[in-house]
């Protein structure tokens, strides 16, 4: 039952990052404030380094879209 458990948790985590990294850094500063877990796991090293690695290579991506359709 444990290992269920905490299965289910990693799964959530996991989604929980994934929405998250989404996120502009204006919100998640806001989400700092809602709970104690929000506050830790924004502020943790990894999510950040996940964030800033999502938003830098997503608008990359956005900006030469862009270039190329004009």
């Not at 700092?32 to 991506?61: A, E, G, Q, R």
Request: aromatic residues 12%; charged residues 30%; proline residues 3%.
């Amino acid at each position: 039952m444990e290992n269920v458990e905490e299965k289910r948790m990693e799964l959530l985590d996991e989604l929980m990052i994934d929405i998250l990294k989404r996120l502009p850094a204006k919100s998640l500063i806001r989400l700092k404030c809602v709970s104690k877990s929000l506050y830790s796991l924004i502020n943790n090293p990894d999510f950040i380094f996940i964030h800033y690695n999502y938003d830098s290579f997503s608008n990359k991506f956005i900006f030469l879209k862009r270039y190329i359709e004009i």
